[in-house]
C-alpha cells in the first residue's frame, strides 16, 4: 500500500483521538452501522481531499465500512493531525498523503496521488480535487460519478463552473444542508477559530477589540464567541442585509479603514482577497494579531505584509510569525495566514463534525444510489437528509420535540380558516 505521511510510530495516539472523537459522532455512527448492513459502496472508489482529523477518520471508516475503496489526502497543507494520517494507515489500512507543514509542491503531489486512484465518488474541501480533475486529470473524468463539497468557497467555485457549462460530473453540496452550515459554520468556526487564536497566543479576549471581517455564517460565529470571551467586537461586512443583521445582533459595525486603527485582533472569515491589505497594515496598532478562519490563505495580504516588513518575520512562538513595519510597529500573523483554527488548533469539535460528516456520508451514498441519473450541476442534499440528521442528533443529545396534532396539521393545510 503507498502512502505518504510524516511518521507511523505516531499511530497509537492517533487511535485514541480518533476513538476519542467518535464518542461524540452518533450520528455517523448510526450511518456506519447502516453502511456495514447495506454496503452502498461495494466495488466503488472514492478519494477525499479533506482536512486529515480524527473527525474525517471517523469518516472515511465509514465510507470503508460500506465497502468503498477509500483514499484520503489534505485539503491545506496546515490542518493534517499526523498521528491521525498514521493510525489511518496502520490501524485501518487507509491510504493517506498529508503530512502536517508540507510545502504547495508535496501538497498537489498528494492530490495527484489520490486521483491516480481512478475514484468514482470524490469528496472535496474547498474543490481543488473537482478543479484539478476538470483542468489537468480529465484521464481521471471517466471514472468519477459524481463528489461532494464541504465548504462555502468550494460551492461558490462549484456554481461558477456550473454556470460556465464547465462542470462534467455532478456535484453535493452538502455545505448549503441546514444541518451543515447552521451548526458547523456558525458554532463549529465560531469556537474552534477563537480556540486557534487562544492556543497560538495565549492572549486574554476580554477587553480586546476583535474584528471580525464578514457576517456570514462563519463570522457570525466568531463574532459570537469572541463576545462571549469578553472581546469588544467590532464587524466589517460589504452586504448591507448582513452588515444591518451584525449592528442589530449589537455589534458595531464600520468599514475596514476606520477598523483597522482600533483593532487588537482581526479575523477574516469572508472567502474573498486581501480583505487585511496594505493599506490597514499601515495604521495597525503596534502588537495587533491577523489571524484567518476562511478556507484559503488569501484573505490576508501577505505580500504587502511582507513588503511593508523590514525583514523576513520571525517566528515568535508556533503559528505566530511577527512583521516589525519600518516604524517599529509589530504586526503578528497566526498559522501562516491559513485557517487557524485548523492550524493552531483541532478544527472543530467532533460534536458538530458528526453532523457535517454525516451529511458527507449520505450524499455520497445518494450518488452511489442514482448513479447514472443525475445531471452535470450541484444539487442540494435532499430534504430528508437533513431532516434525518437532525433528529437522530437531537435523539442522541436525549432531546424530544413535540409533533404536530391532526387538527394542527389540517389547520396549517388549509387556507380557508382564520379570523
Ligand atoms: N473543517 C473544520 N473543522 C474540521 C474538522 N475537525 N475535521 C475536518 N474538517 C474540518
Redesign the pocket.
Known amino acids: 500500500m503507498e502512502f505518504d505521511i510524516k511518521n507511523p510510530d505516531l499511530a497509537p495516539g492517533g487511535r485514541l483521538r480518533i476513538e476519542w472523537a467518535s464518542q461524540e459522532m452518533p450520528v455517523l455512527q448510526g450511518v456506519y452501522d447502516q453502511f456495514v448492513a447495506e454496503r452502498p459502496f461495494a466495488g466503488l472508489r472514492i478519494s477525499g481531499c479533506?482536512?486529515v482529523?480524527t473527525?474525517?477518520a471517523n469518516l472515511v471508516v465509514a465510507l470503508q465500512a460500506g465497502g468503498a475503496d477509500v483514499m484520503l489526502c489534505a485539503s491545506n497543507p496546515l490542518s493534517t493531525q499526523d498521528d491521525v494520517a498514521a493510525s489511518l494507515v496502520s490501524h485501518y489500512e487507509i491510504p493517506v498523503f498529508a503530512i502536517k507543514g508540507e510545502d504547495n509542491e508535496t501538497y498537489h503531489k498528494h492530490i495527484q496521488a489520490v486521483l491516480d486512484h481512478k475514484p468514482n465518488i470524490i469528496m472535496d474541501?474547498g474543490s481543488d480535487v473537482t478543479s484539478t480533475i476538470h483542468r489537468d486529470r480529465r484521464d481521471v473524468m471517466e471514472y468519477v460519478i459524481g463528489g461532494t463539497e464541504e465548504t462555502t468557497t468550494g460551492i461558490i467555485r462549484l456554481r461558477a463552473m456550473a454556470a460556465d457549462g464547465a462542470l462534467e460530473f455532478p456535484m453535493m453540496a452538502v455545505n448549503d444542508a441546514l444541518t451543515k452550515h447552521l451548526f458547523d459554520n456558525r458554532y463549529?468556526t465560531g469556537q474552534?477559530t477563537m480556540d486557534g487564536v487562544i492556543r497560538a497566543t495565549n492572549y486574554l479576549i476580554a477587553g480586546k477589540v476583535v474584528v471580525v471581517a464578514g457576517y456570514g455564517w462563519c463570522s457570525r460565529g466568531i463574532a459570537m464567541r469572541a463576545r462571549g470571551l469578553g472581546g469588544n467586537v467590532v464587524v466589517t461586512e460589504i452586504d448591507p442585509l448582513k452588515a444591518l443583521e451584525a449592528v442589530m445582533d449589537g455589534y458595531r459595525v464600520m468599514p475596514m479603514s476606520e477598523a483597522a486603527p482600533i483593532g487588537d485582533i482581526f479575523v477574516s472569515a469572508t472567502g474573498n482577497i486581501n480583505v487585511f491589505d496594505g493599506h490597514h497594515f499601515e495604521v495597525m496598532k503596534d502588537g495587533a494579531l491577523l489571524a484567518n478562519s476562511g478556507h484559503f490563505d488569501v484573505e490576508v495580504n501577505k505580500v504587502a505584509l511582507r513588503n511593508l516588513a523590514v525583514s523576513d518575520p520571525k517566528r515568535v512562538r508556533p503559528f505566530v510569525d511577527q512583521y516589525t513595519m519600518k516604524d517599529g510597529r509589530k504586526l503578528n500573523l497566526l498559522g501562516e495566514g491559513r485557517l487557524i483554527?485548523?492550524a493552531a488548533a483541532?478544527?472543530?469539535p467532533a460534536s458538530v463534525?458528526d453532523m457535517s460528516f454525516a451529511g458527507q456520508a449520505l450524499s455520497a451514498k445518494y450518488l452511489a444510489d442514482n448513479k447514472g441519473k443525475l445531471e452535470n450541476k450541484v444539487y442540494t442534499v435532499p430534504e430528508e437528509i437533513d431532516q434525518r440528521i437532525a433528529s437522530i442528533k437531537l435523539q442522541a443529545m436525549g432531546i424530544n420535540i413535540d409533533t404536530l396534532t391532526t387538527r394542527q396539521q389540517q389547520y396549517l393545510n388549509s387556507w380557508q380558516e382564520g379570523t
Open positions: 479533506m482536512h482529523t473527525e474525517t474541501d463549529g474552534s483554527n485548523l483541532e478544527g472543530h463534525m
